[in-house]
């Protein structure tokens, strides 16, 4: 995973209901919206990654968008951030990709990090000159000469163990940088590159984690969003796209008040429409 500059938060500054974000910001924020409940609609056992694919590119040309090349989502295991498997979903496969992600099929009892990215750039991304802050540690072993690094990586494998920090989270951030240096110059710390579209477009980010179980599937995280802070003038307009939307992102075990306090997406997108008529 990579932090992306100028990626947009689902509230946009200053927008609002009766003045939401308009053009291509508002644009590529709805068409990852419509991505992502797409993507939660098909993760379930027996579907495909290549359905996902397939369907997020429908999506973002609707609103002429693309995803970011090369982007991958995947199954995650206990303690595992990174996708060390061959279940992988990616949005816009790059030349190589093409050739090495295979197809799979979802099963019961996995867990997936699904990360939809969407510009209305070109898809194409290129590193920053922003330096990062946010980094990960590493299986490598190494003998750290200085004390302040010892005492940083120290701090690290106690408070994160293998999951990605940033330096904000140090009391003393200076300090921490000074140790830092070591750790990754001696790859013992893997830091996460800002990157940013090639064309320097918004890039707009949905995030969540999906676990598939007998019924259907349950997201745990990154539910919230405010459709009324962003006006597109383009609509999803595929019969095949609107009827997945259509369908309920809950369990088939769920209440009937569940089912009633549930509000589909394609609703959203006929709502969308119709304001725009």
């Known amino acids: 995973k990579q932090w ?15 003045s939401p974000a308009t053009g291509e910001m508002a644009d590529a924020v709805m068409a990852a919206h419509y991505c992502a409940e797409a993507a939660l609609r098909l993760i379930k056992a027996g579907n495909t990654n290549e359905q996902i694919t ?15 090349e090369g982007m991958l989502s995947y ?3 206990r303690y595992q951030t990174e996708g ?36 209305p750039g070109s898809g194409k991304m290129k590193e920053s000159n922003v330096s990062t802050t946010v980094h990960k540690r590493s299986d490598e072993t ?51 590159p800002v990157q940013q579209d090639t064309d320097g477009k918004p890039v707009a980010q949905f995030k969540y984690t999906v676990l598939v179980v007998p019924n259907g599937n349950i997201r745990i995280n990154g539910g919230l969003f405010d459709s009324s802070l962003f006006k597109s003038e ?30 589909s997406a394609a609703e959203e997108a006929k709502v969308e429409a ?3 008529n």
């Open 4 to 18: 992306y500059q100028r990626r947009v938060a689902i509230t946009a500054g200053g927008s609002t209901a009766e």
């Open 54 to 68: 397939e369907v997020i590119q429908k999506i973002t040309a609707a609103y002429n968008c693309s995803p970011l």
């Open 75 to 77: 199954e995650i295991k």
């Open 84 to 119: 060390a498997t061959d279940k992988q979903i990616v949005l816009n496969p790059n030349e190589a990709q093409k050739k090495e992600i295979k197809s799979m099929e979802f099963a019961v009892h996995e867990v997936y990090a699904m990360d939809v990215f969407v510009t």
């Open 142 to 192: 190494y003998l750290l000469k200085m004390k302040a690094s010892r005492a940083f990586f120290s701090d690290v494998c106690q408070r994160f163990t293998l999951m990605p920090f940033t330096l904000r989270a140090f009391e003393d951030e200076k300090k921490a940088k000074m140790g830092l240096k070591e750790c990754v110059t001696h790859e013992l710390v893997h830091p996460y």
């Open 234 to 263: 383009h609509k999803i307009e595929d019969k095949d796209v609107l009827a997945l939307l259509a369908q309920s992102a809950n369990r088939k075990a769920g209440g009937k008040k569940k089912k009633k306090k549930a509000k």
């Open 274 to 276: 119709a304001a725009e």
